[in-house]
């Protein structure tokens, strides 16, 4: 009897440790911490609006291949941006130095990497350069704007420019939402807030630096994405010679109107069949009991 207890704790223990170490391999290989980097490498720069949830050591990859590690992560308080530095492995030191880093998710909830696509420069990044075109992580919530009609945000791999603009109700616009020009996403909002001062919302809005011709007298409406779509902000161009430039304020601007607002308004006033009946109206009727 004693026997048998004896080896049903044997067994007992050997699963629990055989689980435990395929928890352990299975953490490593879905992890930064598999594979880290060994030989000799080489150190490059990238900037990024959003690191999401990257952390050091997060594999460095090209063509899916894992080229490298990410060594640390900083944030530059003059930019609001995050520093990242790549160690590469000094086999791949043939990386055009206008490629484009991006940081991706492992499936749905995995870990976050960097991955590097080539661009068609002949001049490479060296060791301690830059990488200046980035995208960042894509959030759930952008994500799901998209998905219900939000449309895309632009790349902006050109750099940005803000424009300010102040709006009496924005609605459930949020940070992130795109600005869109003839329908096509031009930029993001970068901040919404309120102004305690003037009372109403400010909102900063990173536009493509690729539509620099915007007129300064053109206007931006918060408008709705369908019936139950997300929010976003609309630019119908003015007629000024002048553009906009950094740091500008667009004057003319036109709230989100709110599912309230539109059925109090058809309450009030009614259907346009009540307005054309009572125009229709002959002036000799009277009230009833008067004659």
Known sequence: MSQQRSSYAIGTGLFIVLGFATLVYLATQTTSVANVHQGASYTVDAHFANIGQLKERAPVKIAGVRVGQVRSITLDPSSEQ????????????RI?????????????????????????????????????????????????????????????????????????????????????????AIGSVQTVHADPVKLDAEVIMAIDKRYNAIPDDSSAAVFTSGLIGTQYVAIQPGGSPDALKNGDEMVLTQSAMQLEDLIGKFLVNGSPSDKKDAGNAKPTDTPAGKQ
């Open 82 to 93: 995050a520093d990242v530095k790549f160690a590469i492995d000094q086999r791949y030191s």
């Open 96 to 184: 055009p130095d206008d490629s484009v880093a991006t940081i991706f998710t492992s499936g749905l909830l995995g870990d976050q990497y960097v991955g590097i696509q080539y661009g068609t420069s002949k001049k490479l990044v060296a060791d301690g350069g830059t990488l200046t075109m980035t995208k960042p992580a894509q959030q759930l919530e952008e994500m799901l704007g998209k998905f219900f009609g939000a449309g895309g945000v632009a790349d902006n791999l050109g750099g940005t420019y803000s424009v300010k603009a102040r709006f009496t109700n924005v609605g459930s616009l949020s940070v992130g939402a795109p600005v869109k020009m003839a329908g096509v």
